[in-house]
């Protein structure tokens, strides 16, 4: 296989210029995009389910909680703030018998999952009794036994030192407290249900609980952030010394308040901070948190301890592990197909309740989508090799990513060193829209969801 990237005609200028927040998804977190799954492939993944499973592909599981005591107005997930506890039941009965139903399929094989998530939403929103009965459901269907990690998310004003104690004693290993901002103005005016004493109180009984791992989420650019308040973010984390640090840099996607606010005034511009201010306070934040120790391990993360601090679901994920998801709305992936599950209430209820798994579209990427997805995502870790790739897939790819390859290192953010592709800071910092570059021409331009 070749080992040189063929030479390439010069690009005379950088990637195309990001100043203010529009609206859209800036995130890539799956390839291709979602806006490309469809209705009539479900039954590609009905026919996946009937296949025994891939060597060497570990399974997990997802399970939607789309339950809220408000909505973010940032939120474009699939939540609800008006279920009672009778709707809350019912769901999660459905969930169960959900999951009854692919237990009993040929793709799980005799496999127990390796990892567990619980998304939202909120899952926290749930009660110790609900929290309780719906684990050792799942639990009698699938075993978590050998899971390396079971990760579930927090909204800190939902966590009492009860319910804490539940979730270690049901297994949780990895707990991630929404915390986004330590500041009661910004948390209120983004629309966070939370206030800064509860993320204080939360945060203080969950280390008392003994959780392997505490992970704490930011936002960088939310409505109203300053300069000022920002570095006061940083510090309190640093404080806080949480195992692990998650930043995301404040997107518009089309399904929120604040994107309909700006549809109702006709505002093209997003009242959130501009890219370059998103980018320099996660810059400022993660050379603060290298200096109290941490280590940048994504365009994203920081971790105190990297033996200790591991994100299990993002490194299976990206590396096209089965995902079994569960609920309303959920994206999963069994046997090489993707799928999305029904995205309203009622409609995913009546399915399953029917006897019916509850999949509303679907798409079965080719071998060289696969390449692309597992390419560009394992891009955000920083650095990649390029024999893993050539290994898994058979391909030469420097060759195959030869043109996106070489305008990222004409632009400044890429460098090759021996077999590896290694990304500038400045590049890691926007590597979401760098991504694009290696997508195919019919999915550069579209829609992501």
Not at 202 to 225: K, S
Request: aromatic share 12%; proline share 6%; hydrophobic share 35%.
């Amino acid at each position: 296989m070749s080992t040189q990237i063929t030479a390439l005609p010069p690009i005379p200028s950088g990637p195309p210029i990001e100043k203010q927040t529009t609206v859209g998804n800036y995130f890539v977190s799956n390839y291709p995009p979602f806006s490309f799954w469809k209705t009539e492939s479900v039954s590609e993944f009905t026919a996946a389910l009937d296949h025994p499973p891939r060597p060497g592909h570990p399974l997990g599981v997802y399970l939607h909680i789309p339950f809220c005591r408000k909505r973010c107005h940032f939120c474009y997930f699939r939540v609800y703030t008006d279920k009672d506890s009778a709707a809350i039941r019912s769901y999660i009965e459905t969930a169960l018998s959900e999951m009854r139903i692919y237990a009993s399929k040929a793709f799980v094989g005799g496999r127990k999952p390796s990892f567990i998530y619980f998304g939202g939403g909120t899952p926290s929103y749930l009660s110790v009794d609900q929290l309780r009965r719906l684990t050792d459901g799942m639990k009698a269907l699938l075993p978590w036994d050998e899971a390396e990690e079971v990760t579930f998310e927090c909204e800190p004003g939902t966590l009492t030192d009860h319910k804490l104690k539940a979730l270690r004693d049901i297994g949780v290993t990895r707990l991630s407290l929404g915390v986004e901002n330590f500041n009661d103005h910004i948390l209120e005016i983004n629309g966070r249900a939370h206030l800064s004493k509860e993320i204080a109180r939360a945060y203080a009984y969950a280390r008392e609980v003994g959780f392997p791992q505490i992970n704490i989420d930011l936002i960088a650019g939310m409505v109203e952030e300053t300069e000022e308040n920002w570095r006061e973010n940083i510090r309190k984390t640093i404080e806080m010394a949480p195992d692990s640090i998650t930043i995301y840099q404040m997107e518009i996607p089309y399904n929120t308040t604040i994107y309909r606010q700006m549809k109702a005034e006709g505002k093209l511009v997003a009242p959130v901070a501009d890219w370059e201010t998103k980018r320099r306070w996660v810059t400022d934040a993660f050379s603060e948190f290298e200096k109290a120790g941490y280590t940048i391990t994504t365009a994203y993360t920081a971790v105190r301890d990297q033996q200790k601090a591991r994100f299990i679901y993002r490194d299976y994920l990206w590396a096209g592990a089965d995902l079994l998801s569960l609920g309303v709305a959920s994206f999963g992936h069994i046997n090489g197909v993707h799928y999305q599950n029904q995205h309203d209430f009622d409609p995913y209820l009546a399915q399953v309740k029917s006897g019916q798994l509850p999949v509303h579209r679907a798409l079965t990427p080719t071998k060289d989508e696969q390449l692309i997805r597992e390419f560009v995502l394992k891009l955000k870790l920083g650095r990649s090799s390029f024999s893993f790739f050539d290994t898994k897939y058979g391909v030469d790819s420097r060759q195959r990513f030869a043109q996106p390859i070489q305008t990222l290192i004409d632009w400044g953010f890429l460098t090759i060193q021996g077999d590896e592709m290694v990304l500038s800071r400045d590049g890691l910092l926007q590597v979401d829209r760098l991504l694009h570059e290696f997508f195919l021409p019919e999915h550069k331009n579209a829609r992501y969801a």
